[in-house]
């Protein structure tokens, strides 16, 4: 599934793309795709509409258009594809939402599972969606609050691993990123989250922010089929330091990196810097 950094970099492709076009007409050949409204009465909506800007809250992208807000999730495997005016635009199985702009070029969702969702919302009634209200604060200095995020840790019952997948404690954080910030911070993904220290759960804080801002800047992560907007695969596979590295060496101590599940999720991380530390729970 594509995480935050991989969601905002697509947002940021398909703003040079398509910011500023007019639909002329949309097409839906998978119905279920749209959650709300109605399908002919979103694609009848839609026509004549400017796309002003395009926003994203955690993993979800916000096309803002003159008088609604399209919110799209992307989920396992969802992308855009963009094809420019006097260009033959391709269309396969997997080709589900097609927005034909006035200009001649368009922009079609293609997801080979099936499992991404648009909804169309009156103009900025997008932050009241139902899988947007309740997203935790996004993994940024500014709106990331460590108080607010150690008395989240306090109050939990939960492994720090699935803890961070709660998109309620930190929105856009996945399973990737979620392995390499507790490698970062030297906390074993099963590491009760209330019985984490106030300098771990510090440097747990501070990894979260550090590792998505950077990972943003390279582009996100290729893992499989995801690519950007521009067609373009991330870069930050070439930083991870213990996702997808089982067995390879650590790059702090050079101890073989273990794969184990936790909360049905692969994990990796390494036993000899990442110790799974018995305390009494509070």
Known sequence: MPELPEVETVRKGLVTLVQDKTVAEVIVRWPKIIESPAVDTFCQKLIGQVINDIARRGKFLIFEFTDFDLISHLRMEGKYEYTPKNTEAPVDKHTHVIFKFTDGSQLSYHDVRKFGRMALVEKGQYPFY???????????????????????LQHSSSLIKPLLLNQKVVAGLGNIYADEVLWLAKIHPQQPARTLTKKEAESLH????????????????TIRSYKNALGEAGFFQVSLNVYGKTGEPCPRCETPIKKIKVAQRGTHFCPHCQKLKRRKLS
């Open 130 to 152: 139902k899988g947007i209200k309740q997203l935790g604060p996004e993994p940024v200095e500014e709106e990331f609050s460590l108080q607010a995020f150690e008395k989240k």
């Open 206 to 221: 501070q990894a979260i922010i550090a590792i998505l801002a950077k990972a943003v800047r390279a582009g996100g992560t």
